[in-house]
């Protein structure tokens, strides 16, 4: 049973990226200065090979202009869709990277898809903090918990902080249901089982997600609660049997394209958001697997 505190809430200020239609969050501590950031997003060129930082210096910006003090920069966890800006800022703002212990498992997979060889650690050590499952940490006087949800990933964690519940992508706003599973090390029925570990959490815990796709002339929603979610989330509402969510999630995953930025971020991202050394003249690279990145384990 996983023990959070439900009567704490957190100030939760949310930076939506339309490039990638990705959310990243700033969570404060009401009673403090203390601070964390999840999910933060690095301005990416793919065509130029050119990266820039007008997203994450807004959240530079905020943190600073409200002097708040930085003490964790979380990943739910590595992302396929953006390259994550958590070294910059923690070069600016200070603070320790953290990231689920299972990084490791991802760092292994991917270190094969695009041979690195062995100078490339597959240990976690690219970041501060490697939560182990279910672990609590603590933001200012903010009680958290890093619980564990594979599926989408086998890195995948649900960062809980006081009220608020940080899904990643294993959920999404309940008109648009849940994560994919098809990628190299997800499971359909893995991501089943952290869906409900997620919706047996307390009814009014508030649903924090890393994505949405609006139509146009509508705008972004990142919020929701567990309540909700089991209501009317289209592919796990409550009553939903995991063999009939299986079946989905696999025929629509068979459908689904591989995101725009899924090569240069997760050779990135398993580097905690750095990018690979320089070769020999000075210039660093990204690597395209040819063969490509399918889920072909079953």
Not at 22 to 41: H, N, T, W
């Amino acid at each position: 049973m996983i023990v959070y505190d439900i009567n704490q809430t957190p100030d939760v200020i949310q930076f939506y990226d339309t490039d990638s239609g990705s959310f990243s969050y700033v969570v404060k501590d009401p009673d403090s200065q203390s601070c964390a950031i999840i999910d933060s997003v690095l301005d990416f060129d793919y065509a130029a090979g050119q990266v820039g930082y007008k997203g994450p210096n807004k959240i530079f910006d905020f943190v600073r202009s409200n002097k708040l003090e930085v003490e964790l920069l979380m990943e739910t966890h590595i992302h396929a869709d953006h390259l994550s800006a958590a070294p910059y800022l923690q070069q600016e703002l200070g603070g320790k990277i953290a990231i689920g212990k299972h990084v490791t498992l991802v760092q292994e997979e991917f270190g094969k898809v695009f041979n690195e060889g062995t100078e490339f650690e597959r240990n976690g050590s690219q970041f501060d903090i490697l939560f182990d499952e279910d672990q609590s940490y603590s933001i200012g006087n903010l009680h958290g918990v890093a619980m564990y949800t594979p599926g989408h990933t086998p890195a995948c964690q649900t960062l809980l902080i006081g009220n608020a519940a940080f899904v990643g992508d294993t959920l999404f706003m309940p008109d648009s249901g849940t994560a994919r599973s098809d990628f190299p090390g997800g499971d359909a029925r893995t991501l089943f089982k952290s869906t409900q570990k997620i919706l047996s959490l307390d009814p009014n815990t508030r649903v924090f997600i890393c994505h949405d796709y609006p139509l146009q002339g509508h705008q972004a929603r990142c919020e929701s609660t567990i309540a909700e979610q089991g209501l009317n989330n289209i592919h796990v509402k409550t009553g939903t049997l995991e063999d009939d969510f299986v079946a989905m999630r696999e025929l629509r995953d068979a459908s689904l394209g591989m995101p725009r930025l899924m090569l240069p971020s997760l050779q990135v991202n398993m580097r905690a958001g750095n990018f690979p050394d320089s070769d020999d003249n000075g210039t660093r690279y990204l690597k395209v697997p040819i063969s490509g990145l399918r889920n072909t384990s079953g």
